[in-house]
């Protein structure tokens, strides 16, 4: 197990050293000058050109790269481009945020959409399989910032509950939670209906039955533990999609997470934070691919890592 | 039962007591936060800022020699007087007001204006702005404690007007060093930190989220700051920023979408402030491709201005009568009720050039830049299509779209595109020289459309030397003419600044170069 992880960990130094490559020579192929953004649209040529060299972009590529490259190792990505901050102490400050809207998230969408999808499953073909699997498909339809948007009008504008915008507290937090979750939910449902469905059809649960075991123990005993792993590589798979930064929905709520972050970096130019931003999201994925994986085992008693 | 009918008694003395109020003229209340939604964060608050989100925050934190006022005047703030300006136009000397502190305590004075124009004027300082605000500053001296002189390289009468902007207000040298100094290119670490001499001073900067402004108890002006805290909340989605002003989270909101307007008007908590912006909106030719003047009028006949205001924009905006703007100095109409629609007399002139069989032009746009910037692409469009002449739109992310208009004129592919200037020092220099004048071509200056005219030229190099206004705002007047006249664009509109301010906020200012400003703001309760 510990040589397995071991090698796993390994095996994620050439994947972030990947990253970091196509990252950087990624955005720096796309048109558009982070100087003469910079300087704002009235600048003159000199001033672009100075500001190049200040920030080093007039160096060869390669030389840039190593240069980052080896910043990167002892632990500094770099200064934003545009208002001077260190990229760690920036993703030090949003990241959190992002992993706790991510976090609430994935507990709305785990609380209604596993129940949601047993019942859809254990009631299969009846009026709540029906009712879970059109909800399961608006869910993943709404396109978020109408969602937000109209979350917003009934519960902040009109009734006055809870806040539009900002992360201070956890009344902040139920909004984006629900805006973010409910695709996920949608998704998480449908899958653990249709494994739920495959599990319910096997030989154990038969026999389970024929044993004379309650209803409840075979579907939550029996069934739900064997049904839950397809639904695990799911929740892995969507909470790293949750941690990389929801941007409409951090853009709705000016949540100031690491989505926006990347985007605003993305159409200034700001180089250091793209690269830094992708790379802690690139890490991301591959600790949650790991932490999936040993999930599995403790599921599943048959998998074993050697 | 006791607690109800207390209850009920509080609530009538509420309302006694609160009658007499309603009827009488408000007299401002101190106290209160004022929280301002916009759709971005500020950069740096320091000399080394590019943009107005940046400008209106300083503009409450520190102070520069002179104002402009929203009318357009020019008035002394750190500055006791008017400035003296020698016969020959090389010196501009400037008294100073007494007894004013920074908010550190050191006090304001000769020393710390040189200080200040010193360091911008240090090209390795690397200011951005050096060259547009104070790019013919030579030197600055300090005659005493109280009196500073400009020394010019040449008579630059717009000067004046350059001191008005908020990159040039004066901060602390004192605070500058204890924050540790400024660096290029954004003013860091001090540009965190801003320490000046106005009405409110910084208390706290999250990153892309907030910026709180606090009252200087001590603030040195006639007119007093009243509110305790000015928030600025960065709040990008358009929607979600009017729905929290709808709900009361903010209470001004920037930049309200115009398809919002008629719906917020119904709204009784709050109103919608209209007021001119000095930004305009145009589409530049490419003047070294679209050579023959009859085609780029023909262009501006097809293009029904007051319908694209009206419709496009909501009435949120004017239809350009000028190159530039009202409320700019030199600013004057050349063509009343802008540029005449009359399709006919375009395919006329288009005929005359030898494209009677019609046109084919590329007309880049922004998206999201400015206000519909897309929907007024897309309807400029259908209008030439009934002149004969077929513009294919295409649209690029603004940082694509600033780098691939500024190539120069031997490589550019550009045919037209639409671009907005905003004429920020409030001069007609600043919107007129970069725009027209032949040495400004790009990619050295912002004559992106290749535009030359030697007349022009000579206009606006006298303009910038000529002392007597009169004098000079007919070499303006002038000088636009030939501009009109020769078309290097299709003149469309000024945008106006559509906010949304619920009804509890008292003189709050809208300014024409795009600030809010709260100075004197307050809040009825």
């Known amino acids: ?306 | 039962m006791n607690r109800v009918l207390s209850g009920v008694g509080i609530l009538a003395l509420l309302v006694a007591l609160s009658l007499p109020g309603q009827s009488a003229p408000a007299a401002p209340q101190p106290g209160g936060v004022l929280i301002v939604g916009r759709g971005v964060d500020s950069v740096t608050l320091s000399p080394y800022a590019t943009a107005a989100p940046d400008a209106e925050v300083i503009a409450h934190v520190a102070e520069t020699l002179y104002e402009l006022t929203p009318e357009g005047r020019i008035v002394p703030k750190l500055a006791e007087s008017m400035p003296r300006v020698s016969a020959d136009g090389r010196t501009m000397t400037i008294r100073l007001r007494r007894g004013i502190r920074f908010h550190d305590g050191t006090p304001f004075d000769a020393h710390a204006v040189k200080w200040n124009f010193d360091f911008i004027l240090n090209p390795e300082n690397r200011v951005p702005f050096r060259g547009i605000l104070l790019g013919e500053v030579a030197s600055v001296d300090v005659l005493d404690r109280y009196t500073v002189r400009l020394h010019l390289r040449r008579p630059f009468v717009p000067l004046l007007a350059h001191l008005t902007h908020d990159f040039l207000a004066i901060h602390s040298p004192a605070a500058v060093e204890r924050a540790g100094g400024m660096r290029p290119p954004n003013g860091e670490p001090y540009g965190r930190q801003p320490v000046g001499t106005g009405p409110f001073r910084l208390r706290e900067w999250v990153r892309g989220d907030r910026i709180v402004l606090e009252r200087n108890p001590d603030y040195w002006g006639p007119r007093k700051p009243l509110l305790d805290q000015i928030v600025w909340r960065a709040i990008p989605d358009d929607g979600a920023r009017v729905l929290a002003l709808e709900g009361g989270q903010v209470h001004v909101a920037v930049r309200v979408p115009p398809r919002e307007t008629t719906r917020l008007a119904l709204n009784r908590a709050l109103r919608i402030d209209r007021t001119n912006s000095v930004r305009t909106i145009f589409i530049a030719f490419n003047n070294q491709k679209f050579t023959d003047v009859r085609v780029r009028q023909a262009f501006n006949y097809a293009v029904n201005k007051r319908a694209i205001v009206q419709t496009v924009l909501g009435g949120a905006a004017r239809v350009s009568d000028a190159p530039i703007s009202p409320g700019i100095v030199g600013y004057a109409p050349i063509q009343p009720g802008g540029w005449p629609y009359d399709v006919n007399r375009a395919k006329q002139l288009l005929a005359e050039a030898g494209y009677g069989g019609g046109l084919t032009v590329t007309l880049l746009h922004p998206t999201g830049r400015y206000v519909q910037d897309a929907a007024v692409a897309a309807a400029v469009q259908a209008q030439l299509r009934a002149a004969g002449i077929h513009a294919r739109l295409q649209t690029m992310e603004w940082a694509a779209y600033l780098a691939y208009t500024n190539q120069p004129v031997d490589r550019t592919p550009v045919e037209a595109f639409m671009l907005g200037w905003g004429t920020v020092t409030g001069d007609a220099d600043y919107g007129l020289f970069s725009l027209f004048h032949s040495s400004q071509w790009a990619p050295a200056g912002f004559n992106r459309a290749f535009y030359r005219n030697p007349q022009v030229d000579q206009l606006l190099d006298q303009a910038r030397s000529e002392l007597n206004p009169a004098r000079r705002a007919d070499l303006y007047k002038q000088a636009m003419t030939l501009i009109w006249r020769d078309a290097p664009w299709i003149f469309l509109h000024s945008e106006s600044q559509t906010t949304g301010v619920r009804r509890e906020v008292q003189g709050l200012v809208v300014h024409p170069t795009e600030r809010i400003l709260a100075h004197t703001a307050w809040l009825r309760r």
């Open chain 1, 1 to 306: 197990m510990w040589r397995y992880l071991a090698k796993r960990l390994l095996l994620a130094v050439p994947v972030l050293f990947g990253v970091s490559v196509v990252v950087f020579a990624a955005i720096r192929l796309i048109p558009g000058d982070p100087a003469q953004i910079m300087a704002g649209q009235a600048a003159t040529q000199e001033v672009v050109e100075e500001i190049r060299r200040s920030l080093g972009l007039d160096q060869p590529l390669p030389v840039q790269y190593l240069y980052f490259l080896r910043n990167v190792l002892r632990g500094d990505l770099g200064r934003s481009l545009f208002n001077g901050a260190p990229v760690v102490e920036e993703l030090g400050q949003r990241f959190p945020r992002t992993v706790r809207l991510a976090l609430a998230s994935m507990a709305v969408a785990t609380l209604i959409g596993i129940p949601a999808g047993i019942a859809a499953a254990t009631h299969r073909l009846s009026w709540v399989d029906t009712l879970v699997m059109v909800l399961a498909l608006v869910g993943v339809s709404i396109p978020v910032f109408w969602l937000g948007l109209n979350l917003i009008l009934v519960f902040s504008v009109r009734l006055g509950w809870l806040p539009a915008f900002g992360y201070e507290t956890w009344r902040h937090l139920v909004l984006p939670s629900v805006t973010l979750g409910t695709a996920s939910a949608a998704v998480i449902a449908r899958m653990t209906r249709s494994s739920m469905l495959e599990v319910l059809g096997q030989d154990y649960v038969r026999t389970a039955r024929a044993k004379g075991l309650p209803e409840r123990a075979v579907v939550y005993r029996h069934a739900l533990r064997n049904a839950l792993i397809p639904v695990v590589t799911i929740l892995g798979l969507q909470l790293g999609t949750l941690l990389s930064g929801a941007v409409l929905t951090e853009t709705v709520f000016a949540w100031p997470g690491i989505g926006r972050l990347l985007v605003d970096a993305v159409l200034a130019r700001d180089y250091p934070v793209i690269q830094g931003t992708v790379l802690l999201i690139a890490a991301t994925f591959v600790a949650l691919n790991v932490a999936v994986d040993v999930l599995y085992a403790l599921l599943d008693p048959r998998i074993r890592y050697a």
